[in-house]
């Protein structure tokens, strides 16, 4: 992988009131490359495939709003109140060489799964947002219960 270390930061809020903390993160490009080794059997029929793949993701924008609280009643851990995660993924090239012999029909593939890969970013990516930030919600908020907000703040 490649890419991750150029991230910017878009922008960080903090509002003491609210104990809310923002945050956007943006990483212009992240590649994956690789090389796979497949064999696939449908009943008589088998077939032998090999080569590389490249993953081209352009502008990963990340953002995460948090707000939290405190447990008066439990001595003053954190309570996490809020956490929305939202990912936008602007564009994504995938390219994967030697599926089959001919270097048509690879790229005829490569199209439709370059299409399948668009799709789904529109479709689904809101919905990957949400439930990402519905499983991170219960691990976030154990790791705070360790803290208080004296911890956070000084």
């Known amino acids: 992988m490649e890419g991750l270390r150029w991230y910017v930061v878009d922008h960080v809020t903090f509002n003491t009131l609210r104990l809310a903390l923002g945050v956007q993160i943006t990483v212009p490009w992240l590649t994956f490359t690789g090389s796979y080794d497949a064999f696939a059997r449908v009943a008589l029929v088998t077939h032998n495939a090999g080569g590389n793949y490249r993953v081209f993701i352009n502008r990963l924008q990340t953002s995460v709003d948090v707000r939290v609280g405190t447990n008066i009643l439990g001595g003053g851990t954190l309570i996490l109140r809020e956490l929305n995660i939202d990912i ?21 593939i490569n199209a439709w799964v370059q299409n399948m890969a668009q799709n789904l970013l529109r479709d689904e990516l809101e919905a990957f947002s949400q439930l990402l930030s519905q499983q991170l919600f219960d691990v976030v908020a154990e790791f705070l219960a360790n803290f208080t907000l004296d911890d956070l703040l000084g």
């Open 88 to 108: 936008v993924i602007h564009d994504i090239n995938i390219q994967i060489d030697g599926m089959v012999g001919s270097s048509l029909l690879n790229n005829m």
